[in-house]
């Protein structure tokens, strides 16, 4: 970041691993597949080391040789083992707080995700927290392709100079969108992919909201 925490006007965060703690659950959802398949499990350590975009190259890091229809149908595999206990998630430690505190410096919000955009809308509705963001832009699809395009146009959409803006996010593909948009980046090491990954971008790397939220002024 080049300047205060407090001083962004506009936060642009991502949703799964960064807001959401699901790596659990993706995690859990990719080991129903492998398992159905035929294939030995990972672990969660094992995940956060091999996830990137697009998520094909997660699929290929395990074993599997998919084309794009074979993607295709053990994406859809994939959400519906997903979307069966997505409920079960829980927001990361300290993301209200770091909501209610930007907003209270006068920054306002926005998700920018991977997830397929009715599923984004519907999820955030279901966890209350649709009217916090001013924008909500998702996927075309399931298929968890690139952000960078979108990131774009969802920094025209907002129509703010990319100087007051922050994007929050979770992944090296994260640190990608922020550098289209030309905003600055913070990376949070709690979600999809582990601290050793996302170190060496360029951007700043911190452990959790806490140290996020230790920069904001005390709230009276």
């Given at each position: 970041m080049r300047k205060p925490l407090a001083e962004y006007r506009h936060a642009v965060w991502d949703w799964n691993g960064t807001l959401l703690d699901d790596t659990w659950l993706c995690c859990a959802s990719l080991n129903l597949l492998l398992a159905e398949d035929g294939h030995p499990s990972v672990d969660p350590e094992r995940y956060r080391q091999?996830?990137?975009?697009?998520?094909?190259k997660v699929y290929q890091?395990?074993?599997?040789?998919?084309?794009?229809?074979?993607?295709?149908?053990?994406s859809v595999r994939f959400m519906t083992a997903y979307e069966a206990r997505k409920l079960e998630c829980r927001?990361?430690?300290g993301s209200?707080?770091?909501?209610?505190?930007?907003?209270?410096?006068?920054c306002s919000h926005s998700v920018l995700s991977a997830y397929e955009r009715t599923l984004l809308e519907a999820t955030l509705g279901q966890y209350g927290l649709r009217s916090r963001f001013r924008k909500a832009c998702g996927g075309d699809d399931i298929h968890a392709g690139s952000k960078k395009e979108r990131a774009r146009?969802?920094?025209?959409?907002?129509?703010?100079?990319?100087?007051?803006?922050?994007?929050?996010?979770?992944?090296?593909?994260?640190?990608?969108?922020?550098?289209a948009m030309g905003v600055d980046c913070v990376l949070v090491a709690h979600g999809h992919q582990h601290r050793t990954r996302?170190?060496?971008l360029g951007v700043r790397v911190?452990?959790?909201?806490?140290?996020?939220?230790?920069?904001?002024p005390a709230r009276i």
């Open positions: 091999i996830f990137e975009f697009p998520v094909i890091a395990i074993g599997f040789t998919p084309d794009e229809a074979s993607f295709r149908a053990m927001l990361h430690p209200l707080d770091l909501l209610d505190g930007l907003s209270a410096q006068g146009r969802h920094l025209d959409d907002l129509g703010l100079p990319a100087g007051d803006v922050l994007y929050v996010g979770d992944t090296a593909h994260d640190a990608e969108s922020a550098r996302l170190e060496g911190v452990a959790g909201f806490s140290e996020l939220l230790a920069e904001l």
